[in-house]
T-cell receptor
Framework: ETGVTQTPRHLVMGMTNKKSLKCEQH?????MYWYKQSAKKPLELMFV???????ENNSVPSRFSPECPNSSHLFLHLHTLQPEDSALYLC??????????????FGDGTRLSIL | DAKTTQPPSMDCAEGRAANLPCNHS???????VYWYRQIHSQGPQYIIH???NNETNEMASLIITEDRKSSTLILPHATLRDTAVYYC?????????????FGTGTSLTVIP
């Protein structure tokens, strides 16, 4: 799947660091998503952006701050993370609205480790 | 959204059909059944979806029972590359704010 690209693929950071995860979609979609996948747990939806506006925030701690500057790019800014935030962070995009079903397309994720 | 129940793991011999069941007994009339899979170290990949009719595409077939309370994903000729975690999800279509609940899925191992 090359339609959704996430960088970096791996990230190790200390609890006091600030870093950002980047997602770019080349599919012309109008909605983008951040998911968290912890070991042995289901995917958890964190944020949803539709037409560059946030429409969903599933009680995510403020140390995670999303940004959607345009319909093709999505960022997740990280600050003062905790060890339990170590996980695979997945970005997805989809075309919402209109006629016909359009599935969510996922990137391959960023594997985040907090020291 | 209705939740789904899937067996945690299954094995399938290479070249045979893999039949992955899913129970969604509380599904409502406007909820679709979606299937995704996640191969190790990759993001989830869409496979197929349906409302009440059986569906087939180049990857798989989806059989939905008449009462819509359960479904089966069929991989007609499983290969080693089909080893993955398979997720059955029900959701209302076109609802950006309504998440896909992936559950824990079924870990399918295709055996040579």
């Amino acid at each position: 799947e090359t339609g959704v690209t996430q960088t970096p693929r791996h990230l190790v950071m200390g609890m006091t660091n600030k870093k950002s995860l980047k997602c770019e979609q080349h599919l012309g979609h109008n909605a983008m998503y951040w998911y968290k996948q912890s070991a042995k747990k289901p995917l958890e939806l964190m944020f949803v952006y539709s037409l560059e506006e946030r429409v969903e925030n599933n009680s995510v701690p403020s140390r995670f701050s999303p940004e959607c500057p345009n319909s093709s790019h999505l960022f997740l800014h990280l600050h003062t993370l905790q060890p339990e935030d170590s996980a695979l962070y997945l970005c997805a995009s989809s075309q919402e609205g209109g006629t016909g079903f359009q599935p969510q397309h996922f990137g391959d994720g960023t594997r985040l480790s907090i020291l | 959204d209705a939740k789904t129940t899937q067996p945690p793991s299954m094995d399938c011999a290479e070249g045979r059909a893999a039949n992955l069941p899913c129970n969604h007994s509380t599904i409502s009339g406007n909820e679709y059944v979606y299937w995704y899979r996640q191969i190790h170290s990759q993001g989830p990949q869409y496979i197929i979806h349906g409302l009440k009719n059986n569906e087939t595409n180049e990857m798989a077939s989806l059989i939905i029972t008449e009462d819509r309370k359960s479904s089966t994903l069929i991989l007609p000729h499983a290969t080693l590359r089909d080893t993955a975690v398979y997720y059955c999800i029900v959701r209302v279509a076109y609802d950006t704010g309504n998440q896909f609940y992936f559950g824990t899925g079924t870990s399918l191992t295709v055996i040579p």
